[in-house]
């Protein structure tokens, strides 16, 4: 079974932020949490990750919680481009730790 | 810098027939995944190589599912015989050393399986 848990979906409005929340209440203290997320009929694709501190790349921003029970991915102005399902996984950084996808959350951007 | 590629990106066989996918990965990443994506589901690791030996293949079901990689570089996936369930969208992936951000995956083989 996957270590997270995850809306099964969202909707947000175009230019506006999108804040897709995950909880990982049995995180392990060298795991990390990392983001994935999949367009229709592609490859999942790599966004961001963190371990304690708070992340920002150019596609998005990871908010950890103190405890590491959660987090929260951020996407500040979501296009129609962003639709997506969007998976949270916590892994440990090198690995040979077995990955668990969950279902993930499916994000539709609306005009 | 090339992607992961796969072929074919399309298969429909009948039930009992055998079926092969292949991926090339990125020049240089020593760890490969196959991976099964059913409809509605996240990706489920089938196995994963580092250069050619196996580091998991737990959830392979090794029946009718194998897998090689010779010479650490190309795999080939194969199902014999396959079946109904085996419907799916098989994922290949690559990465250097096998940390997940380093991780990217192909476009996928969608089988069909009538």
């Known amino acids: 079974d996957a270590k997270t848990t995850q809306p099964p979906s969202m909707d947000c409005a175009e230019g506006r932020a999108a804040n897709l929340p995950c909880n990982h209440s049995?995180?392990?203290?060298?795991?990390?949490v990392y983001w994935y997320r999949q367009i229709h009929s592609q490859g999942p694709q790599y966004i961001i990750h963190?371990?304690?501190n708070n992340e920002t790349n150019e596609m998005a921003s990871l908010i950890i919680t103190e405890d590491r029970k959660s987090s929260t991915l951020i996407l500040p102005h979501a296009t129609l481009r962003d639709t997506a399902v969007y998976y949270c996984i916590v892994s440990l950084k090198t690995s040979y730790d077995k990955v668990i996808f969950g279902p993930g959350t499916s994000l539709s951007v609306i005009p | 810098e090339a992607g992961v590629a796969q072929s074919p990106r399309y298969k429909i066989i009948e039930k009992r027939q055998s079926v092969a996918f292949w991926c090339n990965p990125i020049?240089?990443?020593?760890?490969l995944y196959w991976y099964q994506q059913i409809l509605g589901q996240g990706p489920k690791l089938l196995i994963q190589?580092?250069?050619?030996?196996?580091?998991?293949d737990s959830q392979l079901p090794k029946d009718r599912f194998s897998a090689e990689r010779l010479k650490g570089v190309d795999s080939t996936l194969k199902i014999q015989p396959a079946k109904l369930e085996d419907s799916a969208v098989y994922l290949c992936?690559?990465?250097?050393?096998?940390?997940?951000?380093?991780?990217?995956f192909g476009p996928g083989t969608r089988l069909l399986v009538l």
């Open positions: 963190g371990l304690k």
């Open positions: 190589f580092q250069n050619n030996g196996v580091v998991d």
């Open positions: 049995t995180i392990s203290g060298n795991e990390y």
């Open positions: 992936a690559s990465s250097l050393g096998g940390s997940m951000e380093t991780q990217y």
């Open positions: 020049s240089g990443h020593a760890t």
